[in-house]
């Protein structure tokens, strides 16, 4: 394998599903300092403390947000190959993922935790692009007697992802 197709795979894997295996696995560990957002957010606005219930509902919010994002992202990546191209579809997927995390990093500043959610919906928008377009990307540049082992770069920087959001 030749080193700039190894690069290729690579920069793919680190840059797009390794994002989506983090993603999907580090929400569990800051579980209980966002339910505490939630409350003290919620107390600040409304002057009453909320419910076991909402604050359930809200985090179940937080947490399944990123698959319906991810729904949007791979509906949309057929069409984005096809009038962009692979490698501005990947470029471009990397909008709402740089925008999620501004929303989600700000928003503890602007006391909003519906900033949080956003942010998990375009990130899941960038994780439904991303698993759709690495292997598209990827295969077409690999020769023909290597795609089966450039095409499972996606699943191996998935499950990478998911090891360092546990490790974490």
């Not at 580090?26 to 600040?44: C, D, G, H, M, V």
């Not at 992202?73 to 709402?96: D, E, Q, T, W």
């Not at 501004?102 to 949080?116: D, K, N, P, V």
């Not at 375009?122 to 540049?141: D, K, P, R, T, W």
Request: hydrophobic share 50%; proline share 2%.
């Amino acid at each position: 394998m030749s080193y700039n197709l190894f690069l290729l795979a690579f920069v793919l894997g680190m840059t797009g599903t390794f994002h989506y295996g983090l993603q999907v696995s580090i929400i569990n560990s800051p579980a209980e300092y966002i339910q505490s957002f939630i409350r003290e957010t919620w107390l600040k606005r409304y002057g009453s403390s909320p419910s076991a219930e909402m604050i359930t509902l809200m985090w179940s919010l937080i947490v399944s947000i990123y698959s319906i994002g991810g729904l949007l992202g791979s509906s949309s990546a057929g069409y984005l190959c096809v009038r962009f191209g692979r490698k501005k579809a990947m470029l471009l997927a990397n909008i709402p993922v740089l925008l999620g995390a501004a929303l989600m990093g700000l928003s503890r500043l602007c006391g909003s935790f519906e900033m949080i959610i956003a942010g998990r919906l375009f990130s899941g928008v960038c994780g439904g692009l991303i698993q759709n377009v690495h292997i598209m990307y990827a295969g077409e540049c690999a020769p023909r007697k290597l795609r089966g082992l450039i095409a499972i770069t996606a699943s191996t920087f998935s499950a990478i992802g998911k090891f360092v959001g546990f490790a974490l």
